[in-house]
Each structure stands twice: as structure tokens, then as C-alpha cells.
């Protein structure tokens, strides 16, 4: 239901007396002048609205009037309406044959700020449900009553496929009024170029997106080129995209939000210099994430350990780190590392050898590499 607030009716008030030289008030629906050129009325209770209140037509005050009611002034007082009723009352100050020919045009002006206010209101109102309809499709607020109903008022159809998105306004040192405002930025852009697109904050540096499944993957990631490449160039900073995996049921967005989450970590970890992240390419070491706890988790170090206490200044761990980021293969490997293939393959022997495992072994491999993963926090 729509209200008349005194912000808005001091609004009313001040563009009315721009042009006409004369007192405006406005009263809501008790008749309590709630804005005026007279700070002195404000909180006073106007006789004249409330006539117009309980006729729900508008009045005329003359001087021998005004006299038989209560602190009342000439003038003229007319009905706001919205919504279909009288919401409040705006009345011009003075002799009514010298303000009617204004009387009428000021409430229609007020009429149309009722309406604009009522529409900001509403897509205010659509843009919280939207907001929240996406929190509890993820799993960050709780599963409210009527999301069908709110869905269908939205046109937000539950049964499209989509996947989660994170974006990140990666720039830790910026304070938190600077990131408020990137992050508005970011919710403004994304509300003006992809409409198509429900958002909502999550934290102060994150914002929660759901993209519709394309039919073919790469469509999916030209598209997150594309909309980085836009938010940068629009002056947002440098955000940074992690996108989740696609999961059916019931519970599918919440986990491709979990997966979103896991996946900008690794992908900080792995690919620190990019800018998009997703789980389809990390997907390894987003599952093994949460294997960090227990006995396993302690064997599975301990290759790891071992290279430590003959690694002080940890270049081999770097070399076995480089040799997997380049899928184990040497050339590459030896090229991100800026040193002679001989070397690379000196250095794997010495991990061999302290680690006592074959390299040339897929499982022994597969225990560093996990090790690896798993002691990240440790290294």
C-alpha cells in the first residue's frame, strides 16, 4: 500500500512554491501537515484537510470560514489520490479567488510525483523479491513460503537450467565505502546491459548471478568474456568471475553456488593472474578442496612433508607445482620455470628420490599431485 512520506511531500511543497508565490502544505491521511513552506505548521493538525478527508472532495476556506474553525487560514484544499484513494491533501495558502486558477494544476503536478514514487516503489519492491527469490535459490537465505507465486509475478521460470556465477570485486585494499560503490556499479550495469540476468549481493565484495545454460559450453564462456570485458570497460575495477557447475534437482543451484565459491579459490591458487575462473576447468582441484581433514588427508601429505625437510628454500615443490600447472610436460614446464629442460628433469629425480616415488607412475603422481592440493594452505 502506497504512503505518503514527508520526504516526498516536502518534494511536492518546494517545486509548488518555485513558481508560485504563496504558503503550500501537505497533510497525509490523519490531516497532519507532514510538510510545508512554514516549518512553524509542521506536526500541526489542519482543519481543512480534514474536511476533505471525510468528504473526499475539495475545499474552500474563506476568511469568514476560517475564523469558525480551529488555527485555520484561507485557502484551497485538494485531494492526492493514488492508487484508487485519497492518500493525502495539498492545500494553497490565500484569498481562494487568488489561488484557484493554480489549485488545480498543483495537484495534478502532485499527482504525477505520486505516481512516479509509486512506480520507483514498486520496482524497488520487484528488485528486493528478485533479489531474494536468488538467495534462496542458492542457499544463502532459507526456503520461503510462495516462491512459485513470486517467480510467476517476476516471469522468473524455475525450470530453465542455469548456473551460478560469483562476482568478485577482487581489489582488497579498497575501503569499504569505494567497494559499496563498485558494487552498485557492478548491479547497475549488469540491470542496464543484461537484463536477462538475476543478481544479488551476498557480501559486501560479492555478488551472486544466474546465467541460463546455453546449449553449447563455449557459448557459456565467450559470454562470461564477454560481459568481464564490459564491466571493465565501464570503470568497475577489476572484477573477477568464477563460474559454478551445472547440477539437476532440486538442490542444483545451491550446489553450483558451493562449486562457484570453491572455484575462485582454486582458481586464485592456480591461475592467479586470470580473470575468470570456472569449475569445469578446475573441477579436480575444487572437489579435493574439501578433502583437507582426517587421517587420509595426513597420508596424503605425507609425501610432502618428506620434500620439505630436504626443500628449505622450496624450489622443488615449485618445480613439481610448475610440472603439474603444465600438465607434466617438460618443455612448457621448464619454460614457466626459466630454467634448461636438464634442469626440470634433474629436479624431478631429486623428488623421486626423496619422496621415494616414481614420477613415471600415474598413482605416484597422483599422491604428490593431491598432496599438493591438499597442503596449499601449508606451503
Known sequence: MFLLDASLAQSIVDRAMQILHTNVNVMDERGLVIASGDRARLGTRHEGALLVLAQGRAVEVDEAVAQRLHDTRPGINLPLRAEGRVVGVVGLSGEPDA???????????????????????????????????????????????????????????????????????????????????AQQRLRRLLAEHEPGLACAPVTL???????????????????????????????????????????GGDDGLVRSWQSARATLQAGRRHRPQAA???????????????????????????????????????????????WFAHDMKAAPSAGALHVHRNTLEYRLRRIGEITALDLSRLNDCLLLFIGLELDVGEA
Open 205 to 247: 565484495r560479492e555478488l551472486a548471478v544466474l546465467m541460463p545454460l546455453p546449449a553449447a559450453a563455449s557459448d557459456l564462456r565467450g559470454r562470461l568474456q564477454s560481459l568481464h570485458e564490459r564491466l571493465r570497460g565501464e570503470g568497475s575495477g577489476q572484477p573477477c568471475l568464477a563460474l559454478g557447475g551445472y547440477f
Open 99 to 181: 489561488v484557484r486558477q493554480h489549485a488545480e494544476l498543483v495537484r495534478l503536478a502532485a499527482e504525477t510525483m505520486l505516481e512516479q514514487a509509486q512506480w520507483m516503489q514498486m520496482l524497488a519492491r520487484d528488485q528486493r523479491l528478485r533479489e531474494e527469490l536468488v538467495l534462496q535459490r542458492i542457499g544463502v537465505s532459507p526456503p520461503g513460503a510462495g516462491l512459485d507465486d513470486w517467480a510467476r509475478r517476476l516471469g522468473v521460470d524455475l525450470a530453465r537450467p542455469c548456473v551460478a556465477l560469483l562476482i568478485d570485486i577482487a581489489d582488497a585494499g579498497l575501503a569499504a565505502d569505494a567497494v559499496l560503490a
Open 276 to 322: 575468470i575462473h570456472c569449475y569445469d576447468e578446475l573441477t579436480l582441484p575444487v572437489l579435493l578442496a574439501g578433502l583437507g581433514e582426517g587421517w587420509r588427508a595426513d597420508e596424503l601429505r605425507l609425501p610432502l612433508r618428506r620434500l620439505a625437510r630436504h626443500d628449505r628454500d622450496g624450489q622443488l615443490r615449485r618445480t613439481l607445482a610448475a
